[in-house]
């Protein structure tokens, strides 16, 4: 089963093309189409398809965009992999009524959190092989829920359009990312991480993913530079105050962020921002060490602005919020 759109990139495939265009998001810079490479797409389908230990019984089951990497490197992998593909239009539960036989599946966190929420896609996703979970950060709560199968085996990725989607992976329950080839890897003087390998053509990337290396070269990333929230001088990784808060309140994965706002006298004052419907968790039971991880303030948006892997536009909402309290006298808040 393809699209329409699969179709034509397969046969572009086919017939030798050298170079694919592809949406780039902008993770190392502006954001932009990027061409990938024939010869590097194929490194990257066989570094991962040793990773997952690929046979000819595997059949992938695509449920996002062909527009960005995630999805379009699929299509390379079933033809490079000479495995079977169907691909399917993205939803937030591409699995709610799933009747296929399809072992190795990609997925974002939010599809994740839907398709774990339902009984009926659960149960379809627990016989998958192998199941991918990239695009963003995973909760520490929905990956409780998933560590410990032996089928299927979750994993996390890293990576970005530049290095050809993955370039890592992190088998769900252990600590940190491993690189799927030989990589040089290190921290920017602002402690984000920059690594350059036959991917990169061993030209340095530089991230804006502030990172740990191990001793060992695997490495976990704990937030971004760009949601870094500057508040009295202190920095605060929006990402470390989302973990607490969906420990101790389990707020569903895509319904709620954190982020800094303008104030005249911090700078920037961290603010926790929920959905409309959402019943607004009460912040003081939350024993936040230090206190200033503890958010100054909860908003209220009637709609999350999505990309089409279904990640928050963080920045995005969170000006549609404050625009309409300008105009509206503070509504939502």
């Known amino acids: 089963m393809l699209t329409e759109e699969a179709e034509n990139i397969i046969r572009q495939w086919r017939s030798g093309q050298k170079e694919f265009p592809v949406s780039s998001s902008g993770t190392t810079g502006e954001p932009g189409i990027f061409l990938l490479k024939r010869n590097l797409i194929e490194l990257s389908c066989h570094i991962t398809g040793e990773a997952l230990s690929i046979n000819p019984e595997d059949r992938i089951h695509c449920c996002l965009p062909l527009t960005k990497v995630g999805g379009l490197m699929q299509l390379f992998r079933a033809e490079i992999w000479g495995v079977p593909i169907d691909v399917i239009e993205p939803?937030?539960?591409?699995?709610?009524?799933?009747?296929?036989?399809?072992?190795?599946?990609?997925?974002?966190?939010?599809?994740?959190?839907?398709?774990?929420?339902?009984?009926?896609?659960?149960?379809?996703?627990?016989?998958?092989?192998?199941?991918?979970?990239?695009?963003?950060?995973?909760?520490?709560?929905?990956?409780?829920?998933?560590?410990?199968?032996?089928?299927?085996?979750?994993?996390?990725?890293?990576?970005?359009?530049?290095?050809?989607?993955?370039?890592a992976l992190r088998r769900i329950g252990e600590q940190g990312f491993r690189f799927l080839l030989p990589t040089k890897a290190s921290l920017s003087n602002i402690g984000c991480l920059q690594f350059s390998n036959a991917?990169?053509?061993?030209?340095?990337?530089?991230?804006?993913?502030?990172?740990?290396?191990?001793?060992?070269?695997?490495?976990?990333?704990?937030?971004?530079?760009?949601?870094?929230?500057?508040?009295?001088?202190?920095?605060?990784?929006?990402?470390?105050?989302?973990?607490?808060?969906?420990?101790?309140?389990?707020?569903?994965?895509?319904?709620?962020?954190?982020?800094?706002?303008?104030?005249?006298?911090?700078?920037?004052?961290?603010?926790?921002?929920?959905?409309k419907g959402i019943s607004a968790p009460d912040l003081e039971k939350i024993p936040f060490e230090p206190s200033y991880l503890r958010p100054k303030e909860v908003m209220t948006a009637d709609t999350f602005l999505l990309t089409e892997t279904h990640k928050i536009r963080r920045k995005e909402t969170l000006a549609l919020i404050c625009k309409q309290r300008a105009k509206h006298g503070n509504p939502g808040a």
């Open 91 to 167: 939803t937030a539960n591409p699995l709610l009524h799933y009747e296929g036989t399809a072992t190795i599946i990609s997925l974002t966190p939010m599809q994740l959190s839907h398709i774990w929420a339902n009984e009926n896609s659960r149960k379809s996703l627990l016989k998958f092989r192998v199941v991918l979970l990239g695009g963003a950060g995973l909760s520490a709560s929905l990956e409780k829920e998933i560590a410990g199968f032996e089928k299927p085996v979750f994993y996390h990725t890293y990576g970005m359009t530049e290095t050809y989607s993955h370039v």
């Open 199 to 275: 991917i990169t053509e061993n030209r340095v990337m530089k991230t804006t993913d502030v990172a740990i290396i191990a001793t060992d070269g695997s490495f976990s990333i704990t937030g971004r530079v760009d949601n870094v929230i500057n508040s009295g001088g202190i920095k605060i990784a929006a990402e470390s105050v989302e973990t607490l808060i969906q420990k101790h309140f389990g707020l569903a994965e895509g319904t709620f962020f954190c982020a800094g706002i303008p104030d005249e006298i911090l700078g920037e004052k961290l603010v926790l921002v929920i959905q």
